[in-house]
């Protein structure tokens, strides 16, 4: 019979050990897992993402429902373990769920630290650690434009840099003198500091925060030297506590944490404990990295034979390789100066890199980098292995700063044996084996095979050109199949769906071979949107394969309620609309009315049943701020009324909105129209940006405000605004064919070219041409949802069912 083995704590730690026991003896036990979120396991290093818009929860699941599935695992999510007993080797859940264990693998985690001052038990005070404080604040800047984040370490300034996005006004408190003190050394820290600001954010150094006042919800934060800050959140970053409670009340030894042996042992027989709850030799660790090394060893012993035999954990070089707000940084071991020590240092202010290798005893023990990371994973080896550097020069230690080719790869010198994904363990030799032997042609098919880009995917461009360097190929050129589904690119499902006349998503997933006869989230509003594009007049929407907002025309709510966007042309309105949308709101007691940055008003709060009745009482059009379409175009007050006004601002902004709205489109879009080079309407940031300029148009393409900020690219200059809207009627279209689903324009832009758009859209007449007849087609099938259901019965019955789920 299998033994049984039992999991507490559904985390990245927990669960990597348990793919480490899968691979190494799939059939040995019986597993149960219980985990206190009501998630699969995620990626927790990429909630940032999430906070940000970069990514949504489906796009960090590291192990789906399904994989628990395939691999006969017991799965209770939202469903703490409340006791232990060590004696009869049991366990018992919050749920009442009681489950036997010949071997009990604790992995709870840790918890943020909370500070105890007064006032922290006030509304709108929250911590920056899992799914729900992302919703949180997500849901806070919709009603609330002031945050004050408490810590300047990386949780910090990613809560921060999340808020910016979100269009809250962000001040960062801080103790120290710089910032990330635990990770940069002082001159990184500043010039840390300066890019941030840049970025908007505002510091507070050498800031010790005494009180959060207000009445129910927080509304200022007092410090002790007597200043204060107004806020409506504040988020507390300042560290992390070991879970441990649970180990405690099962009587387990614990001091910071649960005291584990080499073997992840803990006091207790047949119960071990990894990952951030664990104490081994004194360090709890709370870096992704230890955290794995600890699993695989854990695994290992496990499923060994011979226990005793199996190497022990001794433990982990620390270090830290991250993206803060785009900046590239890395740090390891010892990097601050002491008397012992001895540096290497490069420090390029115009260029923003800053680089810092410590050495003592002719050996590497600690290094920073800035602005620059390509030199990290040797310099991580060279920790590593305790290598003499006494007969090095300073470029053999940083290859980076020789002055020959700087485009050649760092993982050309590296040895087989060197790491590439430090969070993960694998080396080159590993993923080049891989490539080589399965004959991997992706850098999902890498991660994949050999989990390296898995965790923070700090790795990923070593990766690509490893990947690069092994096949032959570019990375950009080789197959990325649309999801796990298929082996079919998005490209050449688009081909096939030509060339086979396909038009329906279940007819292209048959046709071609789905692995899932029911596809997944990834694939089917992909897979939907082609063929609207591909035949709009033929091919007819499926709306089971959009995402929830889109089926239901409106954006769903954390509460189960939904927010309704009437659509303001140019963000024009009048008394008219004015009075409908005061009048809505008071007969379905809507909650909160909110002017957004797109100059709409929203409406929060409407409950799904009235939706219908809502839409045809405001009697206006949607906004399509659910989908994947134009969503605004945002415009100054332009010459009408402006003393810099060059040009009608405000009238081209509202032909171009009427122009365009309702046409399907990959990812959303939104334009704007400035009058001048003021730029008030934020042109410059936009998917499709106008400036008038004395006489003239000038045309910005491929912007981005988000937290992959891009300024738009100059396309072109015009003197008509018709000229303006066939052109971007050209390149809408072009983008609508040949960008990848949920490709923004500022990634296809990156990716196929800007000379190359240039070429199609400006330089190729009858290509043009061609490209506003087909968009042309398309727009005439546009219709304004809200009106198709408030003129049909049948689809009004849909809105009277069970609520929706947030798929």
């Not at 840790?110 to 006030?122: C, E, Q």
């Not at 002790?224 to 107004?230: C, F």
């Not at 003499?388 to 470029?395: A, G, L, P, Y």
Request: charge should be negative; include cysteine.
């Amino acid at each position: 019979m299998r033994e049984k083995l039992v999991l507490i704590g559904n985390g990245m730690a927990g669960i990597r050990t348990i793919e480490e026991v899968l691979k190494k003896d799939p059939n040995r036990f019986d597993i149960t897992v219980f985990g206190e979120e009501p998630h699969p396991n995620y990626n927790r290093i990429m909630l940032s993402s999430v906070l940000q818009g970069d990514a949504n929860v489906d796009d960090i699941v590291l192990n789906s429902y399904e994989w628990y599935a395939e691999n006969r695992i017991t799965l209770h999510t939202g469903d703490a373990v409340k006791k232990v007993d060590t004696k009869k080797q049991v366990v018992y859940s919050e749920k009442g769920m009681v489950q036997s264990y010949d071997k009990l693998i604790m992995a709870t985690g840790s918890n943020a630290f909370m500070l105890p001052l007064p006032g922290a038990d006030k509304e709108g005070v929250i911590a920056f650690r899992n799914i729900k404080d992302c919703e949180t604040m997500i849901e806070t800047s919709k009603n609330y434009k002031r945050a004050v984040v408490i810590g300047g370490g990386l949780l910090g300034l990613e809560a921060a840099r999340g808020l910016l996005n979100l269009n809250m006004e962000v001040d960062v408190i801080h103790i120290g003198d710089f910032l990330m003190e635990r990770q940069l050394d002082e001159p990184a820290g500043r010039m840390l500091k300066e890019e941030l600001e840049a970025q908007g954010m505002r510091f507070h150094l050498k800031k010790n925060t005494e009180q959060i006042l207000g009445r129910d919800r927080v509304e200022e934060v007092r410090f002790t030297d007597g200043s204060s800050l107004k806020t409506d959140l504040v988020v507390m970053a300042v560290g992390i506590k070991p879970n441990i409670e649970l180990g405690k009340k099962s009587g387990l030894k614990v001091e910071r944490a649960i005291l584990v042996n080499d073997y992840m042992q803990t006091s207790a027989e047949n119960v071990y404990a990894v990952g951030e709850c664990a104490e081994h030799r004194g360090i709890a660790y709370g870096l992704v990295a230890p955290l794995y090394e600890q699993g695989k060893v854990l695994a290992a012993h496990l499923c060994s034979t011979d226990a005793a035999s199996e190497p022990g954990y001794k433990g982990s070089i620390v270090y830290t390789q991250l993206k803060v707000s785009g900046v590239d940084v890395f740090s390891a071991g010892v990097f601050q100066d002491n008397e012992k020590t001895k540096a290497i240092r490069v420090h390029d202010e115009f260029e923003g890199i800053y680089k810092k290798v410590v050495v003592q005893d002719n050996k590497v023990v600690g290094a920073v980098l800035f602005g620059d990371t390509g030199d990290s994973p040797r310099l991580l080896n060279m920790m590593r292995s305790g290598e003499d550097i006494s007969q090095m020069s300073k470029v053999a230690i940083l290859p980076s700063e020789s002055s020959s080719d700087s485009k050649v790869s760092p993982v050309v010198a590296m040895a087989d044996g060197e790491t590439i994904c430090g969070c993960n363990g694998v080396s080159k030799g590993d993923i080049c084996t891989a490539i080589t032997d399965l004959g991997l042609q992706s850098l999902e098919q890498v991660k994949q095979c050999t989990n390296a880009g898995r965790s923070c995917g700090g790795c990923k461009p070593l990766v690509a050109d490893l990947l690069e360097l092994t096949t032959g190929e570019e990375v950009g050129s080789v197959k990325e199949p649309m999801c796990g589904c298929t082996e079919y690119t998005h490209e050449e499902v688009v081909s096939e769906i030509r060339e086979l006349g396909l038009s329906h998503p279940r007819e292209v997933m048959n046709v071609l071979g789905w692995e899932s006869d029911e596809g997944c989230s990834k694939c089917r509003p992909a897979i939907n949107y082609y063929l609207q594009m591909v035949d709009p007049i033929k091919n007819a929407d499926d709306p089971s394969s959009r995402f929830v907002n889109e089926r239901v025309h409106a954006n769903i709510n954390h509460n189960g309620t939904f927010t309704v966007v009437p659509r303001m042309y140019g963000g024009v309105t009048n008394a008219d609309q004015l009075r409908k949308i005061a009048d809505v709101a008071d007969k379905y007691s809507v909650p909160l009315l909110k002017v957004t940055g797109g100059q709409r008003i929203d409406l929060f709060g409407v409950e799904k049943e009235d939706l219908p009745k809502v839409w045809s009482d405001l009697g206006m059009r949607s906004g399509s701020a659910y989908a994947k379409a134009l969503r605004t175009v945002k415009t100054c007050v332009g010459e009408q009324f402006c003393r810099f006004g060059t040009q009608d601002s405000i009238g081209l902004g509202i032909e171009l909105e009427k122009k365009f709205e309702y046409i399907n489109t990959p990812h959303k879009v939104k334009m704007a129209v400035s009058a001048c080079p003021r730029n008030c309407a934020e042109s410059g940031i936009k998917d499709f940006g106008v400036v008038g300029v004395e006489g003239a148009w000038e045309l910005y393409v491929g912007g981005n405000g988000g937290v992959d900020l891009r300024g738009g690219d100059l396309f072109c200059k015009v003197k008509t605004k018709e000229e303006i809207i066939d052109t971007i009627s050209a390149f809408l279209q072009y983008y609508r064919e040949h960008a990848r689903y949920l490709e923004r324009t500022s990634h296809f832009v990156e990716r196929v070219g800007l000379d190359h758009m240039k070429q199609v859209v400006l330089e190729d007449s009858e290509g043009r041409k061609a490209l506003i007849e087909r968009l042309e087609i398309a727009l005439s099938t546009g219709k304004d949802p809200w009106k198709e259901i408030v003129e049909n019965e049948e689809k009004q019955k849909e809105y009277q069912k069970t609520h929706v789920t947030m798929s």
